[in-house]
């Protein structure tokens, strides 16, 4: 069994080695024994702000198996409508193909729903066509081409 739940500073390590735990995360992220600076302050920033929400899936003995963001964002087209971004979705490779991912994608999309969004958004690398295909299969629609410009 499992639980979902806010992350916790506790949870930072785990949470790094879930992002860096395919082919594009090993490429990104830097996996140690003490976090980079840089995902503290992170950690700090998105804890701090109320329209964020790291989040941990928890097997029975509380190891971190799972990680998402969610981003609330208020926005005034649609008559002013919320919206949920969901990103860094992350599932250990041993839970994968468990029914883990689609709990944790209901879960979050819950807490949207509970914060007034009214809809839900989240993008994949097209590097990542069975992950398209989970989306898909939760009801998620290509609707719009999403673009990206590194700084």
Same mark, same amino acid.
């Given at each position: 069994?499992?639980?979902?739940?806010?992350?916790?500073?506790?949870? !930072?390590?785990?949470?790094?080695?879930?992002?860096?735990?395919? %082919?594009?995360?090993?490429?990104?992220?830097?996996?140690?024994?003490?976090?980079? &600076?840089?995902?503290?302050?992170?950690?700090?920033?998105?804890? /701090? *702000?109320?329209?964020?929400? !790291?989040?941990?899936?928890? *097997?029975?003995? %509380? @190891?971190?198996?799972? #990680?998402?963001?969610?981003?609330?964002?208020?926005?005034?087209?649609?008559?002013?409508?919320? @919206?949920?971004?969901?990103?860094?979705?992350?599932?250990?490779?041993?839970?994968?193909? /468990?029914?883990?991912?689609? *709990?944790?994608?209901?879960?979050?999309? &819950?807490?949207?729903?509970? @914060?007034? #969004?009214?809809?839900?958004?989240?993008? /994949? %690398?097209? /590097?990542?066509?069975?992950?398209?295909?989970?989306?898909?299969?939760?009801?998620?629609?290509?609707?719009?081409?999403? !673009?990206?410009?590194?700084?």
């Amino acid at each position: 069994m499992y639980s979902f739940r806010p992350a916790g500073s506790s949870d !930072l390590i785990d949470i790094i080695a879930l992002l860096s735990d395919d %082919d594009l995360g090993a490429t990104r992220e830097i996996v140690s024994d003490q976090p980079d &600076a840089r995902y503290i302050a992170a950690f700090e920033a998105i804890e /701090s *702000d109320a329209n964020q929400l !790291l989040a941990v899936a928890a *097997d029975a003995r %509380d @190891r971190v198996i799972g #990680c998402l963001q969610l981003t609330f964002i208020p926005g005034l087209s649609r008559t002013g409508m919320w @919206r949920g971004q969901i990103e860094s979705v992350r599932i250990a490779r041993e839970s994968r193909g /468990s029914g883990l991912g689609t *709990d944790f994608i209901e879960w979050a999309v &819950a807490r949207c729903a509970e @914060r007034g #969004c009214g809809l839900v958004q989240l993008t /994949s %690398d097209k /590097s990542r066509p069975d992950s398209i295909r989970f989306y898909e299969k939760l009801g998620f629609v290509a609707s719009h081409e999403g !673009l990206k410009r590194s700084l």
